[in-house]
T-cell receptor
């Protein structure tokens, strides 16, 4: 069975602070995919990143960076110099490849960035 | 940039009524999905659809639910007899490669 844990329910920061959102996953599949999505107050789901299990390179995209560590089954997301527009709920998701392709989402972390 | 669209954005219906939620996936995508998100909770998979048939479905997707691709562009989710607990945001998604999914803006369904 797959599981995604986002232990931080809500994080509150002041603008320009760096913030890391944690994601820990469990799967028996040897090949799997990890995702982060952003859900702003308007409600849509915005794809941020996809990572394959066989690619452990960390990735940076502007102020966003992701740290994938297979050894600890974690796929953490860092926002550098946070901005008010970053305020949203962020979901981590896992999708396996061993028979079932049903994705599992974490419960989400609500990030509030204060001006 | 192509995007997934969903209509209506908000649907209010009475308990026991049938509703059809509509989605237009990205045109060259082959895999289609429905998810739901009860207010304040996580996103839950409902069903995936490929090659004109259901690929997988979750426990939530019971006999009250059905999906259809009636023509080359639309992908619909039908709830036959709505219950109060069906109130949620319903997201459609499409994918070119069954991995990377592009979500629509969602339809908020309110059952009264």
């Amino acid at each position: 069975a797959q599981k995604v844990t986002q232990a931080q329910t809500e994080i509150s920061v002041v603008e320009k602070e760096d913030v890391t959102l944690d994601c820990v996953y469990e799967t028996r599949d040897t090949t799997y995919y990890l995702f982060w999505y952003k859900q702003p107050p308007s409600g849509e789901l915005v794809f941020l990143i996809r990572r394959n299990s066989f690619d452990e390179q960390n990735e940076i995209s502007g102020r966003y960076s992701w740290n994938f560590q297979k050894s600890t089954s974690s796929f953490n997301f860092t926002i550098t110099a946070s901005q008010v527009v970053d305020s949203a709920v962020y979901f981590c998701a896992l999708r396996g490849s061993g028979g079932s392709y049903i994705p599992t989402f974490g419960r989400g972390t609500s990030l509030i960035v204060h001006p | 940039e192509p995007e997934v669209t969903q209509t209506p954005s908000h649907q209010v219906t009475q308990m026991g009524q049938e509703v059809i939620l509509r989605c237009v996936p990205i045109s060259n995508h082959l895999y289609f999905y429905w998810y739901r998100q009860i207010l304040g909770q996580k996103v839950e998979f409902l069903v995936s659809f490929y090659n004109n048939e259901i690929s997988e479905k979750s426990e939530i997707f019971d006999d009250q639910f059905s999906v259809e691709r009636p023509d080359g562009s639309n992908f619909t989710l039908k709830i036959r007899s709505t219950k109060l607990e069906d109130s949620a945001m319903y997201f459609c998604a499409s994918s070119p490669d069954w991995v990377e999914q592009y979500f629509g803006p969602g339809t908020r369904l309110t059952v009264t």
